[in-house]
């Protein structure tokens, strides 16, 4: 298996505009994680899924922040509008239940 | 709250020499404990898995032990080396259906 596969790895836009993080999750795993990594805060988890269905959006900062697991291979993380403040890696992570957690290289968001 | 610290902070050793990572956690009755390791500008890459039923997971270098009645997990790195200089970080969940907790980590450095 490949891994955790995310895109874009790099991705710099300016403020205002919409951004979508995409996420494949390694085959077979039921669970996947979205996180957010700044210095300031270190790795915060954002939403996860289960089966494809949202379990916890807690994480979710504000109501800019949307995700979406359409089927059991894809994810989607969008910010709309994005701010500087959104500036951050994102990484995904999948699991099957009871098992190791496997991260993604991440997506490196730099808001202008 | 659910809290997992991991001291110290930072940490420089020499090259060659055995070094334990600490991690502590609030919850006894937790269902496995990971260890991770992080390169900078990297995602997470997972390093030993410890169930509660298990007191140590070994792999090579590496040496995780559990000890859930006093909220602890160590790492220890036999011997080690410049390449494994980066951020180690512990995380433990709950159960097999709940995100893992995550601690800040210890960034390493191994001294040529």
């Known amino acids: 298996d490949a891994g955790v596969i995310q895109s874009p790895r790099h991705e710099v836009t300016e403020m205002g505009q919409e951004v979508t993080l995409r996420c494949k999750p390694i085959?077979?795993?039921?669970?996947l994680f979205w996180y957010r990594q700044t210095m300031m805060r270190g790795l915060e988890l954002l939403i996860y899924?289960?089966?494809?269905?949202?379990?916890?959006d807690s994480g979710m900062p504000e109501d800019r922040f949307s995700a979406k697991m359409p089927n059991a291979s894809f994810s989607t993380l969008k910010i709309q509008p994005s701010e500087p403040r959104d500036s951050a890696v994102y990484f995904c992570a999948s699991r099957p239940p009871d098992n190791e957690q496997f991260f993604g290289p991440g997506t490196r968001l730099t808001v202008l | 709250k659910q809290e997992v610290t991991q001291i110290p902070a930072a940490l420089s050793v020499p090259e060659g020499e055995n070094l334990v990572l600490n991690c502590s956690f609030t919850?006894?009755?937790?269902?496995?404990l990971q260890w991770f390791r992080q390169d900078p500008g990297k995602g997470l890459t997972s390093l030993l898995l410890?169930?509660?039923?298990?007191r140590e997971q070994t792999s090579g270098r590496l040496n995780a032990s559990l000890d859930k009645s006093s909220g602890r997990s160590t790492l220890y790195i036999a011997a080690s080396q410049p390449g494994d200089s980066a951020t180690y970080l512990c995380?433990?969940?709950?159960?097999?259906?709940?995100?893992?907790?995550f601690g800040k980590g210890t960034r390493l450095s191994v001294i040529a």
């Open positions: 410890i169930q509660s039923s298990q």
């Open positions: 085959s077979g795993h039921d669970y």
């Open positions: 899924f289960n089966n494809n269905v949202p379990i916890d």
């Open positions: 995380a433990y969940c709950l159960s097999g259906n709940t995100p893992l907790v």
């Open positions: 919850d006894s009755a937790i269902y496995n």
